[in-house]
């Protein structure tokens, strides 16, 4: 049964002029600057943060605990050096009760350069949705690798390029991810028809989403989920001003742990970056 990621119960889509609110830098540091042009960019990070459920559908029935079985899917394009390229990742969590966090705290998209002919990205698009499990979860590594072997997404990962200069629109990219993600829940198996929650968000130059050196906390609330984000963005002009020195940050792949939602943007702080490249 193919899962319905645009249900209007369980989907937020963001609307421009969204509400964030700036995390001011710690006492002493200079305050966030906005940027004349989206050239004075030198670094961009996305967070994500621990997603909190609220509710995961599951019936707490004696002896039964009621606990769900869930996947997390993240999906992140943006076009990065003028094309569009992407990143993919699949977690699975077997226990996860009512008023829980799922324990993820990583980077999922990461960019950053210190050549001023560099143009930074103009574009990132994210999807991300918590999806529940009706038998016992997958190995997740077999299923991206039977994703990536079948022929309709190989398709999708074919037309990519040709979007590279068309500024790719919101609905293009978004019917895309929802494709990808659609085939992802064709090989999860027995899974529900529809998500505990899903996010789908564009953060582009346009609209001025890259302005504000700093860091922004971004909260989209489901009905049953509520995603957080942190979108840190540098410039090229102030590159150690604010704390947190994001420039200095350590680039790796890692398996992030179960660092809940409290991590900061800190000063020697590695980068998690626990994506699979699309194609």
């Not at 029935?61 to 992407?86: R, W």
Request: proline share 5%; net charge negative; aromatic share 8%.
């Amino acid at each position: 049964m193919a899962i319905n990621f645009m249900d209007d119960e369980t989907l937020f889509m963001p609307k421009a002029g969204t509400e964030r609110s700036t995390l001011r830098p710690p006492e002493g540091a200079a305050e966030p600057k906005s940027l004349t042009t989206s050239k004075d960019v030198s670094g961009i990070e996305i967070r994500m943060m621990a997603p909190y459920i609220k509710d995961n559908r599951t019936a707490k029935v004696f002896p039964f605990p009621g606990y769900a079985k869930l996947y997390c899917l993240t999906i992140v394009m943006s076009d990065e050096q003028n094309q569009l390229a992407g990143l993919l990742d699949l977690k699975g969590f077997p226990r996860i009760d009512d008023k829980e966090h799922l324990p993820i705290n990583k980077t999922i998209y990461y960019w950053q350069t210190k050549d001023e002919s560099i143009a930074a990205p103009s574009q990132i698009h994210i999807m991300c949705s918590v999806i529940k499990s009706k038998q016992s979860l997958r190995e997740v590594a077999k299923v991206m690798t039977e994703v990536k072997n079948d022929e309709e997404y190989k398709g999708i990962m074919s037309s990519l390029g040709s979007l590279a200069n068309n500024a790719a629109k919101f609905n293009v990219i978004t019917d895309m991810m929802t494709q990808i993600a659609g085939l992802v829940g064709k090989y999860l198996g027995d899974v529900e028809d529809k998500p505990l929650g899903t996010v789908i968000n564009s953060y582009t130059s346009l609209s001025g989403d890259f302005d504000t050196v700093g860091i922004q906390s971004l909260a989209y609330p489901t009905k049953y989920v509520d995603f957080n984000f942190k979108l840190v963005v540098r410039s090229k002009a102030n590159e150690n001003e604010l704390a947190g020195n994001v420039n200095n940050r350590e680039l790796e792949v890692q398996d992030p742990a179960s660092a809940g939602d409290s991590a900061s943007v800190a000063s020697g702080e590695k980068v998690a970056v626990n994506m699979q490249p699309l194609n």
